[in-house]
């Protein structure tokens, strides 16, 4: 395991994408929440649908499915909106992804952890930390999410977004009206 996989934490938020199972720091997701009413904006990329109200917070909401190149995200009862605070151009910013189903928290421990496939999945292996035995025979994905949406692109579309919407007040999609849990309520899974 590289010196960068070793500093993730040993808790991981798994969630649903095109039938494979995924994991992300537990660090790196705010919250979770119910999919709200969108705002187009224009001259996005296909993988960004919209943008939300987030308690006074504009943020880029992003198809993980279509970025990914898995196909487009269809909205079912299971959809979630995972919140990311990721680093771009030296600052923490808040980014909403479109999950099929976001399932537990768990505990993966070092020992756990297996470098990325060179091969055998669908998506690149620089969007991967590694691989984790969720149990016995079970592994999943775990994504780098800050390499996933770090690209300039995504510096850009942050910046328009915030300029498209500077402090807009939405109670339609402000968080009063969503059916939001926060990650680190949830219960750990030994």
Known sequence: M????????????TFTLA????AVDVFKVKEVIDPPTMTQVPNMPDYIPGVINLRGNVIPIVDLRY??????????TDTRILIVQVELDGSETGIGIIADKVSE?????????????????????EFLHGMGEAA???FLLILNIEKVLETEEM?????QTEESHPDEED?????????????NDRPEQE
């Open 2 to 13: 590289s010196s960068n996989e070793s500093s993730l934490s040993e808790q991981f938020v």
């Open 19 to 22: 039938g494979e199972e995924y």
């Open 67 to 76: 970025k990914l190149g898995l196909g487009s995200s269809e909205q079912t």
């Open 105 to 125: 928290v768990i505990n993966i421990r070092s020992e756990e952890m297996h470098a990325p496939p060179e091969m055998g999945t669908r998506i690149r292996s």
């Open 136 to 138: 016995e025979d079970h």
């Open 155 to 159: 510096l850009h579309i942050v910046e």
């Open 171 to 183: 109670s339609e999609t402000s968080s009063e009206n969503m059916d939001t849990e926060s990650v």
